[in-house]
């Protein structure tokens, strides 16, 4: 929410007076200048949450028990040790490396489908003031 409010408050009036001088609506402002403006930061805003909810474990664990996610198997991964190497096997580091890097696929697909729109120049530039 801060993000968004933050983002928002921070473009000018100008664009909005601009638009209005040349006869668009309101509507018209928000679909035409402030959207497209604020592209990059919802594309950032949808990456960020992507990679929070795909790694999460505790929801799907608490309403879907008998059906377990990647993450959660990762987990029981860090945790399931033995021998006293102090809650790390050596044994067992293949397995997690290669769980790690199955579980980061689809957040580089993501990433990858995104990086145009989250690249960008994130400049606000358009009008001088």
Known sequence: FFVYYAFFQGISDTFM??????????????????????????????????????NNYDVPLLYYPGKP???????????????????FDF??????VAGCMILAIPVLIVFLSLKDVIMGNISLGGIKE
């Open 17 to 54: 007076e601009a638009a209005e001088i040349d006869g668009a609506s309101q509507f018209m402002t928000l679909v035409r200048i402030i959207i497209p403006l604020s592209a990059k930061m919802v594309g950032t805003i949808f990456l960020l949450q992507f990679i929070v909810l795909w």
């Open 69 to 87: 996610t990647l993450a959660y198997a990762i987990y029981k991964m860090s945790e399931n040790t033995s021998g006293d190497n102090k809650g």
């Open 91 to 96: 044994q067992e580091t293949p397995q997690r």
